[in-house]
């Protein structure tokens, strides 16, 4: 549910490509009892191969593919020539590291290798290229690496056929896997497997977000159906207010249907909690004609409602469309939902209530007592000042232990078995899976290329400097530079290959004259030599293309985001900090935009009530105000973070604890009646929000704790608003 926006000018089409084919990779490795014993891990790459749900399997690096590898790499080796031989060329040392290798009893060059490649360009290349290769080595024809008690693994790769939140798919694509891990461990006992990619995450959030819709969703309307058997004892309102509670969730999902053409899993976890919401307007209409049915009509009774309850549905519509400013797709889609839901909700209860609920039961003097002891305790001075005290003292400690983080990765918690696998698979390759990269694109594949050779020195003068540890890049050069190469070994050859002569050693250049054929991205891609290094190239239709430079171990992050130039095609992306960075920067300006709108809401209060006297304008403003300090200082009392998730719900505890206030305050309707309301709507809103503290997401818990805190806060303290004269 992350967002899409980019904050810089790389194409997001790019960034999206790179993306998409990343979140398709999986990873295992594959540790036998016996380290030369490799048929488990034969075993388990035939049985992918096999599975319909993979796109593709590497790791197996037998002889075909090397023969496959060393004739390109053969073939092209001049147009192949790295930076490093070439200068070694240049400089006139390329003559002493071949007699170095000629003469070195553990370099193994033969007459053959020397006389079809006597200047050793594919041989030099190879040995540059290896520098940049991480912890894996090539081990019985499988690329492998050891763990720091040196037991050795087997590395196989997959990528999938579609995508890693496809919900059904992935929990099926999961299941087998774990089936072909159980077989494997049956077969070979002792043999261990561990396994990396998003496709594992995905699936597990899958999970745990429709087990809270299941938890949540179930056990709110139960509450709900119990409240209402208690308070109407009959199935009538019941009837009514599952039927306003249907058409708001039907008429929220087709918005979203309709303007998204998707929904999110994470959209239906906290959408569940507009069943609170939408049933208020049931619940108002409801109650006041359990209360007063017999003294005047159905349509008399939604005649005295309408203006609260339309006043109701724009402040929480207002809540709502405000989710519209977080970055997030998930929120974005919540907003629509609930305010074309709660639309749906509130036009059932005008449009139909006054026609079906003709013959509901009347009970006068329900909660009577309850009611009013409520009531004369609020009147009661010394309480009223005791209680806002109290909340003073609670919203100050709270506030003095407030701490803000916008760490992304805290908002969900992972996993400990896949985060203990990935770190192992850090350990062993040596292949973080943060997401730091350095991203060089251009118009056409040439002109990405030639961004990449003149960024990469810079990027290898930033490696001495101690500023990370390693990176990886693509091993293909730009058309100017295999000319390049070409021009160099005309002009340079001849003196090393007469050297060699002179030596004894009877060889000769090919004549490079015929060279015509260059190195092309599609070329280079449909080759052996690029295997394990595809995913580091882009072509888009239009003939943009782009490389992925990943980095790994970084020390100083501000030195070598400085590295990054978008005016020549060259950007670093580190999504973690970019993410925290957009986080921080939507929390601030939400919490200026929050603050402006308690400004406004404060001042249409004290306007309002102005009238009453200066001590009851300012007294109707608490509610709010305190509902605000306490849903704050709940997260400082428990140890919890701030975050942006907490400044939206608070959005949410602002919308919808004024009705409270509203209509209490209201001086058109019957204290009691309205005080029977008030408390059965935020009993259904709390049993709605209060459950998702449950989620097993963070960041919905989160989001669940200030709603549920703010929200009992705001009707705690709704009776404030009451007028003295107000019966």
Known sequence: MLPKEQISNVPTEIIDGFQNRLDKQLIFLIKPTNPDEITPVNWWYNQLRKQPFIHQVNGFL?????????????????????????????????????????????????????????????????????????????????????????????????????SSFNMSQSHKIVKQIKLLTDELQTIWPGTEVLKRGVLFYSDNASIEAQNDITTIGSLSIIGIIILLMTIFRSVTPIILSLLSIFIGIVTGLVAVLTVFGEIHIITLVMSTSIIGIAIDYSLHYLTERLLHGNQESPYISLKKLISTLAIALCTSFIAYLMLLIAPFPGLKQLSIFAVFGLIGAFLTVICWYPLLAKKLPVREKMGIRFLTFWLNIWENKKIQWTMISFAFLFIGCGMINLKVDDDISKLQTLPAQLQADEQKIINITHQPADQKWFIVFGDTPEQTLQRLETFLPKLEQAKKNGIFNQYQTINIPSIQRQQQNIALIKQYAPDIIAALQQMNIDTKLDNINEIKEFITPELWQQSSISQGRKLLWLSLKEGKSATLIPISGVHLLDKIASLSDLEHGVYWLDRHTEFNTMFATYRIHLSQLIALAVVVICLSFI?????????????????????????????????????????????????????????????????????????????????????????????????????????????????????????
Do not use: C
């Not at 170095?100 to 009893?105: D, E, I, K, W």
């Not at 053959?112 to 290229?129: C, F, G, V």
């Not at 912890?135 to 050891?146: A, C, V």
């Not at 989160?702 to 003295?724: E, M, Q, Y």
């Open 62 to 162: 037998d002889e075909s593919f090397q023969q496959q590898w060393g004739q390109f790499a053969y073939q092209y080796r001049y147009q192949l020539m790295d930076k490093k031989t070439a200068e070694k060329i240049q400089s006139h040392q390329q003559l002493a590291w071949i007699q170095s290798q000629l003469y070195s009893p553990f370099s193994g060059i033969s007459s053959k290798e020397l006389q079809n490649d006597p200047l050793l360009l594919t041989r030099s290349s190879q040995i540059n290229q290896l520098s940049h290769a991480g912890n894996l080595t090539i081990k019985n024809n499988w690329l492998s690496g050891k763990d720091k008690q040196g037991h050795t693994w087997y590395m196989i790769y997959a990528e999938l056929n579609g």
């Open 607 to 727: 306007t309002f009530n102005w009238k009453y006297g200066l001590k009851s304008a300012f007294k109707s403003t608490l509610p709010t105000l305190l509902s605000i300090g306490i849903a704050l200082s709940v997260h400082g009392i428990i140890n919890q973070t701030l975050n942006l998730f907490s400044m939206l719900a608070l959005i949410l505890v602002i919308g919808i604890g004024i009705d409270y206030s509203l209509f209490l305050g209201n001086p058109k309707s019957q204290t009691q009646s309205a005080l029977l309301a008030v408390t059965m709507a935020a009993l259904t809103t709390l049993l709605s929000f209060g459950l998702l503290i449950f989620s097993h997401t963070s960041a919905i818990m989160g989001f669940g704790l200030v709603l549920t805190s703010g929200i009992f806060s705001a009707f705690l303290f709704s009776p404030l608003t009451v007028k003295a004269n107000q019966s």
